[in-house]
């Protein structure tokens, strides 16, 4: 989720649960702790461009580390704090704020580790876009009023609203996979897996994607009070074999492919357009496109110990966000 809304939750949780005479420094450091799992966004190198991928949303995020991360950001804040909270206290709004960050992640489509170090699976409950002002601004707003007003009462409203949000995109989510299998059989298809995915910035309008024995189908789904589906593309599954017949199974790009195939959740198949190119076909700025916001690009002429280049494609035209307007509400 945007770090905006990672330290409003935080924050919300930890004010709701302040005293009046205390609700700002709750709030701050709620907040401070809210943010703080994405500390990870540092594991970087510039010879391995995967590395992040493997340990964002990983440790820090698990639901196992909460405890100990909330005693780092406590200790990290009691120069502030202390004249404010006792440690006790600092600590208790630091867990809460903490304990939201995962947990939020996980209701978008990324993956979050929650389960490390048992479990490298990556959870992703899809209820919830990466950015959704409709979700935040509320949030916000009551947030900020209750630290103003020093009153919790507005940071449990929040809190309402917040369960009330992502339990409505647990129902639309829900709605379009209906919508979805309905879809599938109307091709004569029979789904290996199908997923439901919010759009940027919205409940209304959804990403479908389906899994055929040989294919991929991406397609758009609008849920207002009745169902509307925009059809979209298909695309073939990677098959190595027959994409890279040139790759050496022992070769880092082999290695590097794999561990993109763990981050996509088997979503992958090669760019139409850069036969080099393995995108990741769950995310796309319009929901009926294949146009992956990132990939990896392979080199036949690398030597063996190369890394593949990880590479993005997030820039939206005028004309792309004017499309995604027509498509929520035309």
Known sequence: MDPITQGTLGATLSESFSDRDKIKAASLLGCFAGLSPDIDVLFQSPSDPLLFLEYHRQFTHSLIFIPVGALICAALSWPYAKKHLSFRQAYFSCL???ATHGLLDACTTYGTQLFWP???MRVAWNNVSVVDPLFTVPLLILTVTGVIRRNPIFARFA???ALFYLSLGVVQRDRVVTTGIELAQSRNHTPVRLEAKPGFGN???WKLVYETDKHFYVDAVRVGWLSKTI???RIEKLNLGKHFPW??????QARDIERFRWFSNRYLAVDKRFPNRIIDIRYSLLPDEINALWAIDLDPGADLSAHVKFTTNRKASGETLSRLVDMMFD
């Open 159 to 161: 809190l309402v609203w």
């Open 203 to 205: 409940l209304v309008l």
């Open 231 to 233: 059809p979209g593309d």
């Open 247 to 252: 790759l050496d199974s022992s070769s880092q």
């Open 96 to 98: 809460l704020g903490y």
């Open 118 to 120: 048992f479990s490298d």
